[in-house]
């Protein structure tokens, strides 16, 4: 299972770090990351992290912003957004997969936590 949590309701240019908890069999050597969907649109990739750390990655939009984490002993991962825009505003997912990049597609991926809500005001 994964679940989320951390959403809010914030202004532009405000920070907000989401967590995800993993548990079970789907942690264990899988990449976790993050897609979301905002009103109206697809689910589209965030950011990604292997399952050792060493490697990253984030969409374009977020780039600089955002920052993922994991805290493997834990089984948490983490987003920390900076400078949020109302443009980020949308569900956010926690999501795991054997290897995730960011042209990775939704409909690609194994295993979904429940989103959390994020909306940015401007």
């Known amino acids: 299972q994964l679940q989320a949590s951390g959403g809010g309701e914030m202004q532009a240019g405000d920070s907000l770090r989401l967590s995800c908890v993993g548990s079970g069999r789907i942690v264990g050597g899988y990449a976790m990351g993050w897609f979301r969907r905002a009103p109206g649109k697809e689910r589209e990739f965030v950011a990604a992290i292997t399952w050792t750390g060493q490697s990253t990655f984030y969409a374009d939009s977020v780039k600089g912003r955002f920052t993922i984490s994991r805290d493997t002993e834990k089984d948490i991962v983490y987003l920390q957004m900076n400078s949020l825009k109302p443009e980020d505003a949308a569900v956010y997912y926690c999501?795991?997969?054997?290897?995730?990049?960011?042209?990775?597609?939704?409909?690609?991926?194994?295993?979904w936590g429940q989103g959390t809500q994020v909306t940015v005001s401007s």
């Open positions: 999501v795991a997969h054997s290897y995730i990049t960011a042209a990775t597609l939704a409909n690609q991926i194994d295993y």
